[in-house]
């Protein structure tokens, strides 16, 4: 009944290999649960195309194929995973709805703050409004840092241990690394460096990083 | 060892009882497994004390407490409700981890294109980029649109029977109503509708109708 899964990645992330495509999240569970996994790269070609859709509809990656059961949309995929190995949520059931809560503070409070400020800095970046807007969303994600700072405190994980909580959100911090924000929240800083540090993430984001780093061979070679 | 749950709800809703403040979908979910609940009403003051944070580290409505388990975080309430009650979460293990994909799907793929349309209308409505931006984030939107549409196609439901996914699609879709990109959807809008159309949707929304419609006598009375 145990099949090896299948996940999707960016043949080539925009990201450059800094772990930040949403790949890296679902091999972070993977890992952390001692569960192998195969991985099938797609182009952004591809990505568009009635086979990736029909798998992902909405065009992204990644998707988890474990025998019959299709899934897109990572959050999903790491509480699945979660839900299927020990290691992710706690046995306790009250503890256990807990972790799950964080995991999608991390995707519905906390990380639309932080798309839209890529979406400022990057999408939007020669737009006229560029520079006057940034601080306006700079300053909305802040209220949402300090607020997840205070309720860290000197904690080195949300709630007890380690869970599916944790991953995603240290994940979804990740992404405010590139903005300089995560620096100005010391706490959060270590918290991320404490998930970073985990051997499961380490092994992660070097299975990302083989794919995605510049001197991998694939811009020589390929 | 079955309780009564408490949920918290704004005492009177920035959106005048049109449905949208977030206690919607909870109560919702309460509705369409037959839970009763309780209400506490908390002022924008209120939210900002330290009693609320302690419930709610981010401030916000609804929080659910049941016992011993204090939880924030809508998607996390409705997937709790829904794990403990028969009617959000087919029993088949697959179409059950879809519903929950789906559910996730609502909060953090679509979610957070109206969000960003939100701020863009009503926060940065001042703004002098204002108007040239707005169909920069409507054209965002609507690409997630297009391909919820192209999924849902003529299904009543997302996935088989209605289900969690179905109730967070429906309320986040709900927010697009007021912005007019809705209309552009026939099929979504249908789909909607159909939501809406449920006897459990029509009891929470008159059950937050009571609370924040104009005509209530808080006004006068109060």
Redesign the interface.
Known sequence: MTTKPTITAFQRSPDGGIGLARDTRVRWALEEVGQPYDVRLVTFEAMKQPAHLALH????IPTYEDG??V???????V??IAERHAGLLPAD??AR??A??W???A???V??TV??LT?ARIF?AD???AE??LP?VED?ARV?LT??S??LGGSRWLDGDFSAGDLMMVSVLLRFRVTGLLDEFPALSAYVARGENRPAYRRAFAAQLAINAPSNGKDRLG
């Open positions: 509809p909405f065009g992204q019959s059961l899934l897109f949309e990572t959050g999903a995929i509480l699945h059931p009250n709805a807990r799950i809560m995991t999608l503070a995707l519905n409070t990380e639309p798309l839209d979406a939007e737009r006229p409004w006057e807007r306006l909305r949402r607020q997840l205070d309720q």
